[in-house]
């Protein structure tokens, strides 16, 4: 019997941006051991095999600034409102390499997921 885990993440600290965004994961969560990187691998965009675990992309508000994305990869299966993994849980609730405790950031600018030309830009 898996058990299921959930984290709320709610994001404030500024007027223009505000939310919640829900993790849950059925299981232990302990497959894997900051972006949230627990394998060692290079920045890069949600599509990219080799990226962090936490490179989810980027958003974009609409005119009234709500923000609403649902996206599936082979890594990794999440939505602004839900957050759930597919079998490889590349973003543990439990465990080791737990996510909580760490920060869901939202950046002004467009991340420019790992394409940049200095070696900063892909840590």
Known sequence: HKKM?????????SEDVKGTVYFSQEGDGEIFRPHFNPVGKEHGAPEDDNRHAGDLGNVTAGEDGTVTISKVDSQVMYSYQS????????IPLSGPNSIIGRAVVVHADPDDLGKGNSHFFKQ
């Open 5 to 13: 885990v959930k984290a709320v993440a709610v994001l404030g600290g």
């Open 83 to 90: 957050l759930r993994h597919c079998s490889t849980l590349q």
